[in-house]
């Protein structure tokens, strides 16, 4: 099925340099551009810290997608 790719469409929405990984920045920004005008920086970097698996402050694929899993 088509899941994966759709997956993959919502990433790049998010990442917007292509560069594999989401930065809080990033996501603020594309929250934004969706509709939610009042995104701060500040809540995009508390939901990435929630599912940042490997606490280097940005999300891979997998993180993006994935609930946070006991480490
Ligand atoms: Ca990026
Ligand atoms: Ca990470």
Redesign the pocket.
Known sequence: MARIEDARKTFDKF?????????PA?FQQAMVEMGDRHYTVGLAEAIVRTRDANGDG?LTFEEFFEKAKDL
């Open positions: 990442d917007r340099n292509g560069d594999g990984f989401v930065t990033e940005v």
